[in-house]
Structures are given as structure tokens and as C-alpha cells.
């Protein structure tokens, strides 16, 4: 399957079995879970794995065009299978072979392995640990690995997911990234203990959950890498514009939506608004395309810009659906709530300044 081909074989896929059930699968897990599985059985969810391993490794602008297309027809779909994509370019990218010969293996393969991420504590110096002065989870070297202690306060896909990246940081401050099993086990080498599922006003079929480990020991054989102190400020001034192809589809999301309601009530007016619209997200594609040569500033105006345009988008939705909107099937609400996800998905502190700025020009 050429490049193209899996672009077309992803809009086929989502337009015939996600549209008709967005709704549904926005709020009810299972729906989630099977629309996962289609994606993984049409070999969509090995892109970002090698070919060396049997992967797709299809280019960066052709995966951003993939991250839009999931994006524009569910948001949930989409967060979970960006997740999964997230751990599964991490796994790719290390130096342990037997476990990538392992774990790549598997997705290729479609044995029905699905990887999530817990590392965002590394970001938040306000995560729930880190108020009492100590990090969020820490890794103390043993003679097979390193045990881990600590409370991970945002993880994405409980039984959605059989296996998550954590990081934890060791006494000299970098960090330890290894593959962990996504349940609740007790063994004498330790215990993992996931949280009741959190209720999300969006996404919340994606069973977002917090989980306490206590000593586990995170045997050499799961280890990813040893990153460097510093290592995720880094990594996020370098991606600052990783979500913004999704962000783009939840614009594109909005936009079907105001496009609809301007044919059904043959409205001038909220078809220009809608043309409108558009021609702001083509020049921010057409910025983005760009943007390999941008400042740093720069993608971050962008990225801002992308987050404002997705919540006028999501909130024309609402306007011109009327009080329709306000219903839990209705996809402006659906689209307006994805728009807030994106607004602080991988939210640093320059996004978040970027943000304010963008709302107070």
C-alpha cells in the first residue's frame, strides 16, 4: 500500500463506519474500542513503525494529513490512536532490539497490542506529587532494572490500551522510560494500582485514569531509554506543532458542521461565515507548511492561532445548530468540547502564554 493509498483507505474507513457512530463513540467505550480495532485491522495503527519492522514509516506531511483526517471525523479516535502512534515512534526510536523486535512486532502484526503514554508529569511542576516538593514518580537502580515509586496523574486509555510508556526520575534528575502493563497487578516485586476512570466533558469514552506504583520493579528487559535532565522541555520546543494537524481537523470538524446547516437551511449568510472560516484555515495550512523555517515565536503564534480558530469554529457550530446543539448527540457539541482538548493538549507554559495572547489581541 503506497502512501496514498492509506490516506484513502483511512477517509474510506472513517466516513463508512466512524461518521455514522461519532456520537456514540465520543461517549461509550466499547464503541471507541471497535472503532480502534478497525483501524488496526486496515494496518493503520503500524505508521510510525519502521519498515525495517514491517511498519508503514510513512513521512511526517503524510502522517499530519492522516492526524487531520482522524481528527476531522472523531476527536476520540483520534486522541487514542495519537497516543498509541506517541509510544509506538518512542519504542521505535531506542536502542533496546529486543524489545522492539518485541513490541513492534506485535502491532505489526495486529496481535492487538495498543500502547498508551504516561509521561506528562514530566511537564507539570503542579502535578500531584510534585506539591510536596519530591517528583511525580521516581526510579531507584536495582541489579535487573529499577524500581518505581510515585503517582502518574494523567494516563489515556484504561482497557482501551494493554500496555503504557511511564517515566520516572532517577537520583541524578534524568529520566528512565520503560513499558509498563496498563492494569491493576500486585506481585512481591511490586503493585500498580490504576484509579477509577475520570469523567471528562470531552473525549470521555478515551477512560483517562491516574495510577499509583508502588516499587515496581521495571525489569532491564522493558527499558526504552535514559534521557537526559532536561530532555522534555527539549523535546516540546522541538514539537511545538505536533498537535496542530489535529487541531486542523477539529476546524474541518467545525466546519462540516456549519456546511451542513447552511445547505439544510439555505442560509446565505452561514454559508458565507463557513466560506469565511475556510479561507482563515487555508492561510494557517498554507503557515504551516511553512513552518519548518518559522521562530520559535513564530509556531507558537501558529499554534495559537490554530487553537483559536478550532473553538470559533466549534462555537459557530453551536450558533447557527441553535438550542439543538445543547443535545449529547448533536456534533457541535461534540466538535465545540473536542476544540477544548486541543486548546491545552501538551499545553506548556509558552502555549498557554501564546494562548492568552492570541485571546486578549
Known amino acids: 500500500m503506497d502512501f496514498q493509498e492509506i490516506l484513502h483507505s483511512t477517509k474510506s474507513y472513517l466516513k463508512e463506519c466512524v461518521v455514522p457512530r461519532a456520537e456514540v463513540i465520543d461517549g461509550d467505550s466499547e464503541a471507541l474500542k471497535i472503532a480502534v480495532a478497525g483501524l488496526e485491522s486496515r494496518s493503520l495503527l503500524a505508521l510510525r513503525v519502521p519498515q525495517k519492522w514491517g511498519g508503514a514509516e510513512i513521512p511526517l506531511p503524510i502522517f499530519y494529513e492522516y492526524q487531520e483526517l482522524t481528527a476531522r471525523y472523531s476527536g476520540a479516535l483520534s486522541f487514542l490512536q495519537t497516543q498509541h502512534h506517541s509510544a509506538t515512534a518512542m519504542i521505535a526510536s531506542s536502542d ?18 495498543r500502547l498508551g503514554v504516561g509521561f506528562s508529569h514530566l511537564r507539570r511542576s503542579s502535578s500531584r506529587a510534585s506539591l510536596t516538593g519530591n517528583p511525580a514518580v521516581t526510579a531507584t537502580p536495582t541489579k535487573d532494572g529499577y524500581l518505581l515509586s510515585g503517582n502518574i496523574p494523567w494516563i489515556t486509555g484504561f482497557g482501551l490500551f494493554q500496555k503504557f510508556i511511564v517515566a520516572a526520575l532517577l537520583p541524578d534528575n534524568r529520566a528512565v522510560f520503560g513499558v509498563l502493563p496498563f492494569a491493576n497487578i500486585q506481585r512481591e516485586y511490586g503493585k500498580i494500582a490504576v484509579s477509577e476512570i475520570m469523567q471528562l466533558i470531552a473525549m470521555n469514552s478515551t477512560n483517562t485514569v491516574t495510577a499509583t ?23 516540546d520546543s ?5 498537535s496542530v494537524p489535529a487541531t486542523f481537523g477539529c476546524i474541518r470538524a467545525g466546519l462540516d458542521v456549519i456546511a451542513t446547516v447552511a445547505t439544510a437551511k439555505d442560509s446565505p449568510v452561514i454559508a458565507t461565515t463557513c466560506q469565511k472560516l475556510e479561507q482563515k484555515l487555508d492561510r494557517l495550512k498554507q503557515n504551516f ?4 523555517h518559522s521562530s520559535k515565536a513564530e509556531q507558537l503564534a501558529l499554534r495559537a492561532a490554530a487553537i483559536d480558530l478550532a473553538v470559533r469554529c466549534g462555537h459557530a457550530a453551536v450558533v447557527v445548530s441553535g438550542g439543538a446543539a445543547n443535545g449529547t448527540q448533536h456534533p457541535a457539541g461534540r466538535v465545540y468540547r473536542e476544540a477544548l482538548v486541543y486548546t491545552v493538549s501538551g499545553q506548556t507554559k509558552d502555549v498557554m502564554e501564546a494562548a492568552l495572547d492570541r485571546i486578549v489581541s
Not at 516499587?215 to 532491564?220: I, K, M, R
Not at 522541538?238 to 505536533?242: A, E, H, V
Not at 507548511?289 to 519548518?292: E, G, M
Open 289 to 292: 507548511r511553512q513552518s519548518q
Open 238 to 242: 522541538k514539537n511545538i506543532l505536533n
Open 213 to 235: 506504583l508502588d516499587n515496581w520493579l521495571l525489569h532491564e528487559s522493558e527499558i526504552i531509554a535514559v534521557k537526559p535532565v532536561g530532555w522534555i522541555a527539549e523535546n
Open 96 to 113: 533496546n532490539e529486543m524489545l522492539k523486535s518485541r513490541y513492534l512486532g506485535a502491532i505489526v502484526a495486529q496481535k492487538g497490542l
